[in-house]
């Protein structure tokens, strides 16, 4: 009885903010308070109109789905190469490829802007948040790849080598049908990862917005209401995708 | 062998190119020096005294900050993947799940609820004069430290849960049942049995809700007032507002080795405490 109410406690913690945010998205009342105000979608509406979000939404888009794609590139070549290596080298390479998700996100959007501005002297941008999204959303690609590959029966690509199947034949034909969904899932959480980081867009962006930076300027200058608005359709964004990767990959811990 | 070196070729570059190398350049940095606003390579130890004198107190209190988030994290983080394991029955995956979609999703929208709650005009001063415990808005809740530290601990919290659950899954109900039926109390069971075989778990979620709280800006800038400042937004400041990059690098990596100084000492404390432990029940 006593848990049941512990857990109860921890949920509304844990939910109750972010759904009040929801919440009040769909009120007439500016402000988050009550009263609400009556059930209104008013906010998106004047999103739907604001040029300086639609910009903010594709650029979003665009790093997101580049990410997504290159990331699990990366991502799963590395797990492929790691799964029948030996388990001081996995331990090492797991280590040092999940480093960059353990510095804080400021010193790493810090760094590259160093790298890229003084040590190359090029210029700031959308291509550059993508290189940061994926060397952040890379590891977790190999961490939903490995787990995948570990239930995997090499016997079926053994048996398509041993009838004349190329290493790329075999893995095509046998290997990625597979863990396809596995690769759908580590892809939905790196958009996912993307669209809701914020730290290494604001310094690598250089010019314009995403969503998160977007979001920043409505949170930081006025008390704009729309801000509910976008905060909800970035949550509803980010948690939908990591719901639908959770279900297309079953991943569990 | 050559195709795993070609098969990690990709992501290891990416690490290498945008992370080693700008870390190391970064590092490198801290030692140059700044002539009216122009970056000169150099071998100076000013940005690092700077560090020292200027920012020692913020650094501190920046370190307290983010040894609360760490401790309160990983206590939360057991009690909850504690009930998800053990207490919960068939509502244990749900748990998880409401947990890990949380995990990618809202930085910024977590920290501007709290906005929202804690705020003059917030939920909590509406709740707290609508029942009548108080005629005037409490200004202390936001604008504090302990604004900054319940953000930050509501953001991380799922981020300690998942390695203190994985490594409770590991904990059998079999050898829990044999400490009871051997006559040991429920704290017993607690400390002695479920506690030492999830110490991993405990270790890296405090670790990493610790450096990832002691690094934040975000949180203190919009939520910690003058009185939560911590260190991450002078980071920024002297980064961007200063123009001075060897002094933003120099506190960033200055505070980087004091957290893992704090880390490795704990962990060097857990270990003398469990060989203890493990002499005195031998």
Redesign the interface.
């Known amino acids: 009885m006593i848990w049941r109410l512990v857990i109860a406690l921890f949920l509304l913690f844990m939910l109750g903010p972010i759904l009040l945010v929801v919440l009040f998205s769909f009120g007439s009342n500016a402000l988050i308070g009550f009263p609400m105000g009556g059930l209104t979608l008013d906010w998106y509406t004047k999103l739907a109109q604001d040029t300086g979000f639609h910009s903010a939404f594709w650029a979003s888009f665009i790093v997101a789905l580049a990410t997504a794609t290159l990331a699990t590139i990366t991502g799963t070549c590395a797990a492929l190469a790691l799964t029948k290596a030996a388990p001081k080298l996995v331990r090492s390479a797991l280590a040092a490829l999940s480093l960059p998700v353990l510095l804080p996100p400021l010193v790493v959007a810090i760094a590259i802007v160093v790298l890229f501005v003084r040590g190359l002297g090029l210029g700031l941008g959308l291509p550059v948040v993508i290189l940061g999204h994926i060397l952040v959303a890379q590891p977790f690609v190999i961490l939903i790849v490995m787990a995948r590959l570990a239930r995997f029966d090499q016997a079926t690509v053994d048996a398509a080598r041993d009838l004349g199947a190329t290493h790329w034949q075999a893995f095509r034909l046998v290997t990625l049908p597979q863990i396809a969904s596995a690769l759908i899932g580590a892809a939905l959480v790196s958009a996912a990862i993307s669209l809701d980081d914020f730290i290494i867009a604001s310094f690598t962006i250089g010019g314009g917005n995403t969503i998160s930076t977007f979001v920043w300027g409505k949170m930081r200058t006025t008390l704009d209401p729309s801000i509910n608005a976008i905060a909800t359709i970035l949550l509803v964004l980010t948690v939908g995708l990591s719901a639908l990767a959770l279900r297309v990959s079953k991943y569990k811990g | 062998m050559r195709?795993?070196?070609?098969?990690?070729?990709?992501?290891?570059a990416?690490?290498i190119?945008?992370?080693a190398?700008?870390?190391l350049?970064?590092f490198v940095?801290s030692f140059w020096s700044v002539k009216s606003f122009r970056?000169q390579p150099d071998f100076s130890l000013a940005a690092w005294h700077r560090f020292f004198t200027v920012y020692g107190d913020l650094t501190l209190y920046t370190l307290a900050v983010g040894l609360a988030v760490g401790l309160f994290c990983t206590l939360?983080g057991f009690?909850?993947a504690y009930?998800?394991r053990f207490?919960?029955g068939r509502?244990g995956?749900l748990?998880?799940?409401?947990?890990?979609?949380?995990?990618?999703?809202?930085?910024?929208?977590?920290?501007?609820?709290?906005?929202?709650?804690l705020g003059a005009?917030?939920?909590l001063n509406?709740a707290l004069m609508g029942i009548g415990l108080t005629s005037q808005p409490l200004a202390f809740l936001i604008y504090s430290r302990g604004a900054v530290i319940i953000a930050l601990v509501?953001f991380l919290?799922?981020f300690a849960i998942?390695p203190i659950?994985?490594s409770l899954?590991n904990v059998s109900e079999t050898t829990i049942e044999a400490a009871r039926d051997l006559g040991a109390s429920a704290s017993q069971v607690l400390m002695r049995v479920i506690v030492p075989q999830c110490l991993s778990g405990l270790f890296s979620a405090f670790a990493?809700c610790f450096?990832?709280a002691?690094?934040?800006?975000?949180t203190p800038m919009?939520l910690g007032g003058t009185s939560g400042s911590m260190l991450?937004q002078f980071?920024?400041l002297e980064?961007s507002t200063n123009f001075n990059?060897p002094a933003?690098?120099a506190m960033?990596?200055g505070?980087?080795f004091v957290c893992l100084l704090v880390i490795g000492a704990l962990a060097a404390a857990g270990s003398r405490l469990m060989r203890r432990g493990e002499g005195a029940a031998s």
């Open positions: 195709r795993a070196i070609l098969l990690l070729a990709p992501s290891l990416v690490l190119g945008i992370f190398i700008p870390v350049l970064l940095v970056l939360l009690v909850f009930a998800a207490k919960a509502f995956d748990l998880l799940v409401a947990t890990l979609i949380t995990l990618f999703g809202g930085y910024l929208v977590k920290i501007y609820a709290w906005k929202s709650i005009d917030g939920l509406q509501h919290l799922p998942l659950y994985a899954r990493f450096l990832l002691a690094g934040d800006y975000v919009l991450g980071v920024l980064f990059w933003g690098s960033s990596f505070l980087l």
